[in-house]
């Protein structure tokens, strides 16, 4: 029931978050604010990103912005891609100094080799599962060697399905993930992965949370 194909995943998922610029904006704006882990752990990603050299960092899955700014506020080049026209534009004008462009974690218009790191915090969640091997290679050919992933995720096995934010009409499903398969994963697209955080949840009803932190090798 939940099975949708390649290609209406990434329309279903852009015309959803379109839908839903200002709702999911206000939202998810004071998130940050209320997870000093969070917080800690992207501090962390941008101390090891500046030891690259390479302070050039993608956002991908960047939403309304507010996490490209963050890690801009920690003194890295930090710029912000998404699937949706709708939140780049949210973006851009909320933080008219940074770039913003709209793309896909699957086929990033990037040169191989730019980045001195790439942050995913909650994006992987939409892609399909065994779309995962695939985003990972792209990841791993825009780091430069050495440079640092990180990625956000929720923690479980199930495919949830949403097709209601207040009040609007979406259709986004949310792929769990389990931290070691994730590890997995990018253990086989090129990576070592340094750090793996399993957070309780943050609130009843609510899942666990994952982090993981990885170098290109």
């Not at 690259?52 to 891609?81: E, I, K, M, Q, W």
């Not at 949310?174 to 398969?181: I, L, N």
């Amino acid at each position: 029931m939940l099975s949708v194909s390649d290609a209406d995943f990434l329309q279903t998922t852009r015309d959803s978050y379109d839908a839903i610029v200002g709702e999911y904006a206000e939202a998810v704006k004071t998130e940050l604010d209320e997870s000093p882990l969070d917080r800690a752990m992207l501090g962390m990603f941008a101390e090891l990103v500046r030891s690259t050299g390479n302070t050039v960092v993608a956002d991908v899955g960047c939403g309304p912005g507010r996490v490209t700014g963050l890690l801009a506020g920690h003194g890295l080049d930090a710029f912000g891609v998404d699937l949706s026209p709708g939140m780049i534009a949210h973006a851009r004008q909320a933080y008219p100094g940074l770039r913003f462009e709209v793309g896909s974690m699957l086929d990033l218009d990037l040169p191989d080799g730019g980045l001195g790191g790439l942050l995913a915090y909650f994006s992987i969640i939409h892609l399909p599962w065994q779309r995962r091997p695939e985003a990972f290679a792209e990841f791993h050919r825009v780091l430069v060697p050495g440079g640092y992933l990180m990625l956000v995720f929720q923690v479980g096995d199930d495919i949830r399905h949403r097709d209601e934010f207040e009040g609007k009409r979406i259709d986004l499903r949310f792929h769990r993930q389990r931290p070691a398969e994730v590890a997995r994963l990018l253990t086989r697209a090129g990576f070592l992965v340094l750090v793996t955080v399993e957070q309780t949840p943050p609130a009843p009803g609510r899942p666990p949370l994952g982090m993981l932190v990885a170098r290109k090798t």
